[in-house]
């Protein structure tokens, strides 16, 4: 989707160093969200923003950290990266009313 | 504890057959349910939703069919195509407020065989 942008696409970082993940988005929705997916866990919900300078945690927030200082903009940091932060991190947005989100496509990203 | 399951990782069908998928909620407070498709490397995309005050709803190919005495949903195409080979994601939301989260199952792989 046009709407929402993900960046980067890919990336690959080395244990014990910070990491910072960006969701764009150009559709003035309130809600945004980040998820990881994983084989067997399909897509766990890891923060959530309901506005500019509001967030809250998901199921999986330990070692992440986000941030949102403008409506368009949902940054997620992983402070100190792991191997099991090796996954695929999908931000998605929601608009008031609505139940469905939609997604970006998504960042791969290896810790080695 | 997963709220949303999906017991079947997969799924096998000839093209032109019935392909149905299924999910299951623990959560009596959800009350509108959703499946995603995705496929390899892009995002989830809204396929077909149902509210909880439904039993069935239809979108072309695509049928939902809720059960909520048996917390039970499933997504029903007919006839299957190969371009719906995908992974399928069934999510819930509740009566959570404005934040309105969803919670994912763990998804179904569907290959339709031509």
């Known amino acids: 989707d046009a709407g929402i942008t993900q960046s980067p696409r890919h990336k690959v970082t080395e244990t014990g160093t910070p990491v910072t993940l960006r969701c764009h988005q150009t559709e003035n929705h309130r809600y945004m969200y980040w998820y990881r997916q994983d084989p067997g866990h399909g897509l766990r919900l890891i923060h959530y923003s309901y506005g500019v300078k509001d967030t809250d945690k998901g199921e999986v927030s330990d070692g992440y950290s986000v941030s949102r200082s403008k409506t368009e903009d949902f940054l997620l940091t992983l402070e100190s990266a792991t191997s099991s932060q090796t996954s695929v991190y999908f931000c998605?947005?929601?608009?008031?009313?609505?139940?469905?989100?939609?997604f970006g496509s998504g960042t791969r990203l290896t810790v080695v | 504890d997963q709220q949303v399951k999906q017991n079947s990782p997969s799924l096998s069908v000839q093209e032109g057959r019935i392909s149905i998928l299924n999910c299951d909620y623990t959560?009596?407070?959800?009350?509108?349910f959703l499946w995603y498709k995705k496929y390899p490397a892009e995002g989830p995309t809204f396929l077909i939703s149902i509210s909880s005050i439904k039993d069935k709803n239809e979108d072309g190919r695509f049928t939902v069919f809720l059960n909520k005495s048996a917390k039970h949903l499933s997504l029903h195409i007919v006839p299957s195509q190969p371009g719906d080979s995908a992974v399928y994601f069934c999510a819930a939301s509740g009566r959570g407020g404005a934040t309105n989260k969803l919670i994912f199952g763990t998804g179904t792989l569907l290959a339709v065989q031509p």
């Open positions: 959560n009596s407070m959800f009350d509108y």
């Open positions: 998605a947005t929601r608009e008031t009313g609505n139940h469905g989100y939609t």
